[in-house]
């Protein structure tokens, strides 16, 4: 029966979720770094070289010159040292690129969908595999909702996974596929066996739904 299975809305939420933290992470990591952490240190050597009988007098004045806290308890009580620094410039250098590769996952997924109908599977980004053109069905982590289609050709391969696409729709395109093939040709994922000793069952008995 001909399915179409569209990107799940839910995974497009979880991947920009992930990039906005990492993102938004990062930049406050570079702020700090480059802006916030010298400019608080420079205020605390303005502040502690001041003379202290006249300290606390003078900073109102002297502050609002340089547009910095006028308060002095305001003032940042320790100096912030070049590992402080460099720690921002490390988390920067992290979260930044994990954010960029999510966002781009993000992008990415917009529109695509995966498909089936009497003659095979189409996909959003031109892949096309034929029935009678799929060699074996790897369902081995069908569990955990991903099945690979493998062609004929012994190359190219077919990633079908409930997570990324709408469960549902997904659930009958396997189904389809596996229609079209012999039991030789599906690799099911292993069963677990039950323990007789243990009466109290559990979630590894056959027939619970690891994929939840």
């Known amino acids: 029966m001909p399915a179409k299975a569209n990107i ?31 400019r608080l240190t420079t205020i605390f050597i303005a502040y502690s ?4 009988e006249t300290r606390d007098q003078n900073w109102p004045a002297y502050a609002r010159q340089e547009g910095w806290p006028e308060d002095p308890d305001d003032v940042p009580r320790h100096i912030k040292t070049d590992w402080d620094i460099r720690t921002q410039y490390i988390m920067a250098a ?23 109908d ?10 096309t595999v034929p029935f009678d053109q799929i060699a074996r069905l790897d369902k081995k982590r069908w569990n ?8 004929t050709d012994g190359q ?15 659930d009958q395109i396997v189904e389809e596929v596996e229609s079209h093939l012999s039991p030789d040709q599906v690799d099911q994922p292993a069963v677990a066996v039950a323990d007789p000793s243990d ?3 559990g ?10």
């Not at 190219?156 to 997904?170: C, G, H």
């Not at 979630?203 to 939840?212: H, I």
């Open 8 to 38: 799940w809305s839910g995974y497009r939420f979880r991947v920009g979720l992930i990039g906005l933290v990492c993102l938004g992470f990062g930049g406050c990591s570079v702020w700090d770094g480059f802006v916030k952490y010298p």
């Open 94 to 116: 992290i979260t930044l690129p994990i954010g960029l590769v999510f966002g781009f996952f993000l992008l990415r997924s917009y529109g695509r969908w995966v498909a089936s």
């Open 49 to 52: 070289t001041m003379p202290e």
């Open 144 to 151: 955990k909702g991903i099945a690979v289609v493998h062609q």
């Open 199 to 201: 009466h109290a069952g």
């Open 156 to 170: 190219q391969k077919l990633v079908l996974d409930d997570w990324k696409f709408e469960r549902e729709a997904m």
């Open 203 to 212: 979630a590894g008995e056959p027939g619970n739904d690891q994929r939840d």
């Open 118 to 127: 009497e003659d095979g599977l189409t996909t959003s980004w031109g892949h």
